[in-house]
């Protein structure tokens, strides 16, 4: 089976952990490395805990590259009040053994991007700034991309406190912009489908008892499930996972092609994803949009990764030893 080659940028943030677990257990893809942005917690904390993660996962062979400091022109804005002072508050991880790669994110993803004989798939799952930054230095390398499947933005409704816009695309929304308006293939799993795509918090049980990787996913599900819980939701949105499991498996979503534009100047509104659902402003549509998913089926997936995972399923031959 020919692997799709991906990249992860991710800000580890409990969801942005179960979309690595997912990835790394997949025998559909070929992780080829995993790069860190500053998100949900600031840039050391987020990449701590991408090694943490591999390191859990036995995976000292994927290799991890450490993003940028900040956004491009907003201050760092991070959600300990989802994830903790950690940005991974709840389970213990391992201190990672391997170290980090020298390069920075965006070298090191132009790196692997030139040495692809076939287009690569960006995954990210955190705000948009590291993609932006290669998108601005390495035009030439636009064409080695097959496509950015990410999570971020809501075309129907938001919850960053900042008008209708998402945490990803409010954190940087310039970035959010020249990816948006890159002419890259974009597939966009935003609010409007991850926040129905969650673990029930009647299912934990199922997965604690499904291994050490299927209690590390309910240990993760528990932290950030606190918050929704209180507010009365029925299970954890797993927002980051949707993109990895759209890779997977595409017939778990309903998607719809249309034209989003992020607004950039709206005072409550900045960073809101501003997407032309019915095609009545007749825009050029510039991204598949998630719109729904099969719940049901997106958990057994997810189940299946920890036994996956445990067996060294997404491992990759050619990524042995640094890299
Ligand atoms: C996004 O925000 C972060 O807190 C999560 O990791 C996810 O990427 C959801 O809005
Ligand atoms: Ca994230």
New binding site residues.
């Given amino acids: 089976m020919n692997k799709i080659p991906i990249l992860m940028d991710c800000?580890p943030?409990h969801?942005?952990a179960i979309a690595i677990i997912l990835a790394l257990s997949s025998e559909k893809l070929n992780v080829l490395g995993i790069t860190t942005a500053c998100?949900?917690q600031t840039i050391e904390k987020t990449t701590k805990n991408a090694q943490g993660i591999c390191e859990f996962l036995g995976r000292r062979d994927v290799p991890v590259a450490q993003g940028r400091k900040a956004p491009l022109l907003t201050p760092v804005y991070t959600?300990g009040i989802?994830?903790g002072e950690s940005g991974l508050d709840g389970p213990q991880l391992p201190e990672p053994a391997v170290p980090l790669q020298e390069e920075s994110a965006v070298v090191f993803m132009a790196r692997k991007l030139e040495e692809s004989g076939e287009p690569v798939t960006l995954v990210p799952?955190?705000p948009l700034t590291n993609i932006a930054v290669l998108l601005l230095c390495y035009p030439h390398l636009i064409q080695k991309i097959d496509r950015i499947v990410l999570?971020g933005g809501s075309v129907v409704s938001g919850?960053s406190g900042r008008g209708a816009s998402?945490?990803?695309i409010m954190v940087d929304p310039y970035a959010a912009d020249i990816v948006f308006t890159s002419g890259i293939p974009i597939v966009m799993m935003g609010?409007d489908v991850?926040n129905f795509t969650t673990i029930g918090f009647d299912e934990k049980e199922k997965f604690r008892r499904a291994g050490r990787v299927g209690a590390l996913v309910a240990d993760l599900a528990d932290y950030f499930g606190r918050g929704f819980e209180m507010v009365g939701w029925c299970g954890v949105p797993v927002?980051?996972a949707c993109t990895i499991a759209y890779l997977i498996d595409p017939t778990l979503f309903t998607m719809r092609e249309m034209n989003v534009r992020i607004d950039l100047s709206g005072e409550f509104t900045m960073g809101s994803t501003v997407g032309d659902s019915y095609g009545v402003e007749g825009r050029e549509a510039n991204a598949l949009v998630g719109l729904a998913s099969d719940r049901e089926r997106f958990v057994e997936l997810l189940l299946g990764a920890g036994a996956g995972a445990e067996k060294g399923a997404g491992r990759n031959e050619q990524n042995s030893g640094l890299n």
């Fill in positions: 800000d943030g969801d942005d998100g949900n959600a989802a994830h799952t955190g999570m919850c998402e945490f990803n609010l991850t927002h980051d």
